[in-house]
């Protein structure tokens, strides 16, 4: 009977954690930290194995790993400068956090992660030198290489949410 407490419980757990990746929360890696946790705790009683447990754990790897890259790839590709890709990643962090406040629900957090990758590479760029047109075209690649880099995380922790989900029940 507990199994199947720990099972819907986790479960329960990994959908609100796939949310707050809208949110610009780290949800894959509390996707991992809580059935570890329940794992360590009762490890006769929650029967998730350490080998799915594995592969959770290397999916959020590639989940942040693919975020980032896209986020700063996006204004490289279109002619930014370094200072620009780091200033889109600080500026997606800030943006993400501030989104929180826009009158979108669900959205808001994507949206402003979106727009402060836009404007830090905007600004890394023209603190650069490069021209408005050079910065406003890094700023917008940076934006889309976020928002499909949100979007391609959120993919990937619905397969770890399904994959846990599957794991626990059976």
Known sequence: MMVYIYAVGLTLVSLLCWVGILFGLPGTWFMVLVPVLLKWWQPDQFMVSWTVLGV????????????FVLGAAGARRTGGS???AVLALVGS??????????????????LGA????FVGALLGNLWTGRTLFQS????????IGQFWGT????AIGAIIAVMLAIAAFV
């Not at 943006?95 to 929180?100: D, L, N, S, T, Y």
């Not at 979106?114 to 990758?117: D, E, I, K, P, V």
């Not at 979007?151 to 959120?154: M, P, R, S």
């Open 56 to 67: 959770a754990v290397g999916l959020a790897v590639l989940g942040e790993v693919i975020e």
């Open 82 to 84: 370094t200072r620009g």
């Open 93 to 110: 962090i800030v943006g993400g956090i501030m989104g929180i406040a826009l009158p979108v629900p669900l959205v808001g957090p994507l």
């Open 114 to 117: 979106c727009l402060g990758a």
């Open 136 to 143: 406003f075209a890094a700023g917008q690649g940076a934006a």
């Open 151 to 154: 979007v391609l995380k959120l």
